[in-house]
Nanobody
Framework: QVQLVESGGGLVQAGGSLRLSCAAS????????MGWYRQAPGKQRELVAT???????NYADSVKGRFTIARDNTKNTVSLQMNSLKPEDTAVYYC???????????????WGQGTQVTVSS
């Protein structure tokens, strides 16, 4: 019913930048919080950044000042600009959205398929 499609991952040297994008499609009535999470090998998935419909952003301490999350409510998209990347940022990054479907009540959480970000030292 709802798909989240990510793009923009890749390989970059330490200190470089990448921009991730995620587009939500399907029978969407409204999207509440959108966000990015990441999972490194052998570690649990962790929050990177979230943003509310009104634009209030929240960041993990490890990425504050380096990453910027933004969304376009008219297009149901969310992006993550990642600057000053470090090797420890290497992970699979997942898009997340809390969605209300057309003709239903309640919010449903959806995940993208993930995109690999690799930062070399």
């Amino acid at each position: 019913q709802v798909q989240l499609v990510e793009s923009g991952g890749g390989l970059v040297q330490a200190g470089g930048s990448l921009r991730l994008s995620c587009a939500a499609s399907g029978s969407i009535f409204s999207i509440n919080i959108m966000g990015w999470y990441r999972q490194a090998p052998g570690k649990q998935r962790e929050l990177v950044a979230t943003i509310t419909y009104g634009g209030f952003a929240n960041y993990a301490d490890s990425v504050k000042g380096r990453f910027t999350i933004a969304r376009d409510n008219t297009k149901n998209t969310v992006s993550l600009q990642m600057n000053s990347l470090k090797p420890e940022d290497t992970a699979v990054y997942y898009c997340n959205a809390q969605v209300k479907l057309a003709y239903t009540t309640g919010w449903i959480e959806y995940w993208g398929q993930g995109t690999q970000v690799t930062v070399s030292s």
